[in-house]
């Protein structure tokens, strides 16, 4: 499985960016995708995710109303849209997939860190004040 990201930069405070994450290797439709961030310092974190149903969504709480995660199967691809960037929101972006199809859709199974067994190689998103 190799996840490949991209859509990082440099935004001010306010602005967006797209980010996409592009899997190979395996049926894509069939397992959930996330996005998570690690800032320098600080322990990777969830931002949102996205199951294989194509069920509910979910976000951290700190992304809740400005960040929407979607897939486009036919692509491959997961995207997250981040609006109202923050400063805070400075981090590398990861994208990654768990080790198991048709997972059971819920909090617990889409948003924990240990639930993925593939990861993307990062974007970096930096956001000036």
């Known amino acids: 499985v190799q996840l490949q990201a991209s859509g990082g930069g440099l935004v001010q405070a306010g602005g967006s960016l797209r980010l996409s994450c592009t899997a190979s290797?395996?049926?894509?439709?069939?397992?959930?995708m996330g996005w998570f961030r690690q800032a320098p310092g600080n322990e990777r974190e969830f931002v949102a995710a996205?199951?294989?149903?194509?069920?509910?969504?979910y976000y951290a709480d700190s992304v809740k109303g400005r960040f929407t995660v979607s897939r486009d199967n036919a692509k491959n691809t997961v995207y997250l849209q981040m609006n109202s960037l923050k400063p805070e929101d400075t981090a590398v972006y990861y994208c990654?997939?768990?080790?198991?199809?048709?997972?059971?859709?819920?909090?617990?199974?889409?948003?924990?860190?240990?639930?993925?067994?593939?990861w993307g190689q990062g974007t970096q998103v930096t956001v000036s004040s």
């Open positions: 990654a997939t768990v080790q198991e199809a048709y997972g059971v859709v819920a909090a617990t199974t889409c948003n924990g860190r240990y639930e993925y067994a593939y």
């Open positions: 290797g395996r049926t894509f439709s069939n397992y959930h």
């Open positions: 996205t199951p294989w149903s194509g069920g509910p969504t």
